[in-house]
């Protein structure tokens, strides 16, 4: 890519709202299309975890001030195991659901995404959880529940793999790798959606940052990873699906 195609490239930060209002251009929600749902259920899980409720006696740190003051990013984890009252909190600060509308229209969750599309999957490489077995899950909101997918005896050389050679992004509790499925904001949207999202994936992951603290763990935003390889890793089609974000977490 050239300078004047990267300077074109821009295009993808820049608000398109006025555009969208001022063109002809009809959304699939103007269009009366159905509405995709928000929520992606596999019928093939190996078996389905129900994580306990989250509770404040998870935290070992509850005061605000602290915990942003704290808040930095982690490469270096030891060999202590996240427990499942922890991993459940993460999952719950960083998707969450307070509210569920009529026919799961939308949902609230803790954290913000526009016209709560909420585009986000949640899948975990599961490396040092107690009460949990290696191996690659599937976060449901909806129930508060992880599916394991698949376990894999090489999963830790694919997690390095897809995040092109950066060994910690293995080496820690859990991975938190997140998918995006577009066209949930783009039914409502259109060229907009694109920006939103990213902008929601920094919600997602800010989230994780400061509930890391808050339990004496950390995390590091992975923004650098072989596309391919980890929509393949995950099952993912690459098109309708695909990875956007990852973080691993672990105990400092």
């Not at 605000?64 to 202590?80: A, G, H, M, N, P």
Request: proline share 5%; with cysteine; net charge negative.
């Amino acid at each position: 890519m050239d300078k004047q195609e990267l300077i074109k490239d821009r295009i993808s930060l820049k608000s398109k709202f006025v555009w969208l209002e001022n063109s002809q251009v009809k959304t699939d929600q103007d269009l009366g299309l159905p509405r995709p749902t928000i929520f992606k259920v596999y019928e093939n899980y190996e078996y389905l975890f129900e994580l306990p409720k989250p509770k404040t006696d998870t935290l070992q740190m509850n005061q605000l001030f602290k915990v942003i003051e704290k808040r930095k990013s982690v490469r270096q984890f030891t060999d202590t195991p996240l427990t499942i009252d922890e991993l459940s909190f993460l999952l719950w600060a960083t998707q969450g659901i307070r509210v569920l509308g009529p026919d799961d229209a939308y949902s609230r969750r803790i954290v913000p995404s526009g016209g709560s599309r909420h585009t986000f999957e949640t899948y975990l490489a599961v490396h040092n959880v107690t009460e949990l077995q290696p191996g690659i899950y599937h976060y449901l909101p909806k129930t508060h529940q992880i599916g394991l997918l698949f376990t894999d005896p090489d999963m830790q050389a694919h997690i390095v793999a897809l995040a092109k050679r950066q060994e910690f992004v293995a080496k820690c509790a859990v991975t938190f790798i997140w998918s995006c499925i577009p066209y949930r904001a783009e039914w409502r949207y259109h060229w907009e959606s694109h920006k939103m999202i990213l902008m929601d994936a920094g919600h997602v992951c800010q989230n994780l940052y400061l509930a890391t603290e808050a339990i004496n763990a950390g995390t590091c935003a992975i923004g650098a990873y072989d596309q391919e390889y980890a929509d393949e890793y995950l099952h993912l089609d690459g098109n309708e699906e695909f990875v956007i974000y990852a973080a691993p977490v672990g105990k400092v």
